[in-house]
């Protein structure tokens, strides 16, 4: 039989064949690089603009560009945080459904073990989500850098969101890219928990449309719920939106990360030991 990483690397050669993961990409590169177009792009041509000598301002830079911390128009970015557990899903975690509803399984169980299945799955799964959510932050990044300066943030004109207190402020101020790099692996680990969802629920229901909408959903509901009770610092939308990290500690947000992602991942691994038992 096939061994674990023999299925490991079929799932990944199936992910960089998938329609459904350069889907995924396009959208979130479409709001990347029409706001990339409609800001950095006009203030590369106005350099100076923004800059009087006389007044405190400083001239365009990548940092007050950048998709993940540019000011207005702000509807890209709104609209990329809160698609973004349909994107994570939709990129690989929907073919669980698709290879039960094809048999693919069937055919596969014949020649390897279950578990290898599904641990393959995950890690495909949760990668494809990572990378769809952070390729296109990447990539309108790179756009900045290419057209504009890399003035570091001057924590004194209160243009950017970042305080000392803030979640990584300190590093914002003193060593801006290690703090996107960061922000993007942050980005890129959340992606786990809609995912983790998404596949926890592949084992129950057998609709794409609803495992692709579910994590959505129950993110949105959760965060319209904590805004109720004045805890919307706790909900994904605000957490990986770089401009609200005056609100976010550093240890909350890792341990939200970790638990809701070990909760649906540990259910999902458990449900294919007790499926496995049948």
């Known amino acids: 039989g096939r061994n674990m990483k023999a299925v490991l690397k079929i799932e990944f050669q199936r992910l960089f064949r998938s329609v459904t993961f350069y889907i995924s990409l396009g959208i979130g590169l479409i709001l990347t690089m029409t706001q990339f177009v409609m800001v950095g792009l006009q203030e590369s041509m106005h350099i100076l603009d923004a800059y009087s000598p006389k007044g405190i301002s400083e001239p365009y830079g990548v940092f007050s560009s950048y998709f993940g911390m540019a000011g207005p128009p702000l509807v890209y970015r709104q609209i990329y945080y809160l698609i973004l557990p349909i994107l994570a899903v939709f990129a690989y975690a929907t073919t ?22 599904y641990a393959a799955k995950y890690i495909v799964s949760c990668t494809a989500g990572g990378l769809v959510a952070t390729i296109p932050l990447v990539v309108n990044l790179i756009a900045n850098m290419m057209v504009l ?28 890219y290690i703090f996107m790099v960061l922000y993007l692996i942050l980005i890129f680990f959340y992606q786990f928990i809609f995912v983790s969802l998404a596949l926890l629920l592949s084992t129950w229901v057998n609709n794409r ?45 890792v341990l939200e990360c970790v638990c809701l992602t070990v909760l649906f991942g540990g259910l999902y691994f458990w449900k294919q030991k007790k499926d496995e038992g049948l």
């Open 209 to 253: 449309f609803l495992i692709t909408l579910f994590p959505f959903l129950l993110n949105y509901f959760s965060y319209m719920m904590l805004s109720f009770i004045k805890r919307a610092k706790y909900s994904p939308i605000i957490i990986m939106d770089m401009t609200r990290i005056n609100a976010l500690r550093f240890g909350p947000v």
């Open 96 to 117: 669980f459904c698709a290879d039960h509803n094809s048999g693919y399984v069937k055919n596969l169980y014949t020649r390897t073990n279950k578990k290898y299945y």
């Open 149 to 176: 300066p890399s003035l570091k943030p001057v924590a004194a004109l209160g243009c950017y969101a970042g305080n000392g207190i803030a979640l990584w402020g300190d590093i914002f101020y003193t060593h801006p």
